[in-house]
């Protein structure tokens, strides 16, 4: 079974500065897709950035890029020049390319944006 | 927001209420699914559908019927529910053409089960 595990229930960062969540996954599989998403306080989840595993250049989107190390099974997202709306829960998720059913994710990470 | 409609959002039942939570997507995706989520927990996914046929049931009481008319919109009737099963139900939607895409999810219904 796929597990995903964010092992940083907490995180802080200061305003401007750069600050990294932490996410491993287990997988047996070869073809699968990563997803960071961003759930705010009291506001919709939304897409963050999405890395496909075949792909072996790290998915950047603005601010925000993963290192994905594919051999380690690891996928931590790296938030630059971090702003005060960057504060929410962080969740990594992973979704299998055999089964599209088959969608997990980690318990989260809170981020919170000092001033 | 994200084209992923939620009602009611918030609800309070007893125990032996029968109620129902209701999606509506306006992105024209052709997958919809209903997640659960509680605290300090990963996402639980409990339904999906596919082309209005449920592909999915994650071993989900039998206590939350999912009910899909068309691509659009997706139910879950609750009934008898526990305490324990107070949470975020969270729906989403994706367009899957073979790779599976993004999920876009909805704000969420919270409910809590007295």
């Known amino acids: 079974a796929q597990t995903v595990t964010q092992s940083q229930p907490e995180m802080s960062v200061q305003e401007a500065e750069t600050v990294t969540l932490s996410c491993t996954y287990d997988?047996?599989?070869?073809?699968?897709?990563l997803f960071w998403y961003k759930q705010p306080p009291s506001r919709q989840m939304i897409l963050v950035i999405r890395q496909e595993a075949y792909k072996q250049q790290n998915a950047t989107e603005n601010r925000f890029s993963v290192n994905f190390q594919k051999a380690a099974k690891s996928f931590s997202l790296k938030i630059s020049d971090s702003q005060l709306g960057d504060a929410a829960m962080y969740f990594c998720a992973y979704r299998s390319g055999y089964n599209n059913n088959d969608m997990r994710f980690g318990a989260g990470t809170r981020l919170t944006v000092k001033p | 927001e994200t084209g992923v409609t939620q009602t009611p959002r918030h609800l309070v039942m007893g125990m032996t209420n029968k109620k129902s939570l209701k999606c509506e997507q306006h992105l024209g995706h052709n997958a919809m699914y209903w997640y659960k989520q509680s605290a300090k927990k990963p996402l639980e996914l409990m339904f999906v559908y596919n082309f209005k046929e449920q592909t999915e049931n994650n071993s989900v009481p039998s206590r939350f019927s999912p009910e899909c008319p068309n691509s659009s919109h997706l139910f879950l009737h609750l009934h008898t529910l526990q305490p324990e099963d107070s949470a975020l139900y969270l729906c989403?939607?994706?367009?899957?053409?073979?790779?599976?895409?993004?999920?876009?999810f909805g704000p969420g219904t919270r409910l809590l089960v007295l």
């Open positions: 989403a939607s994706s367009q899957d053409e073979g790779a599976p895409e993004t999920q876009y």
């Open positions: 997988t047996s599989e070869s073809d699968y897709y």
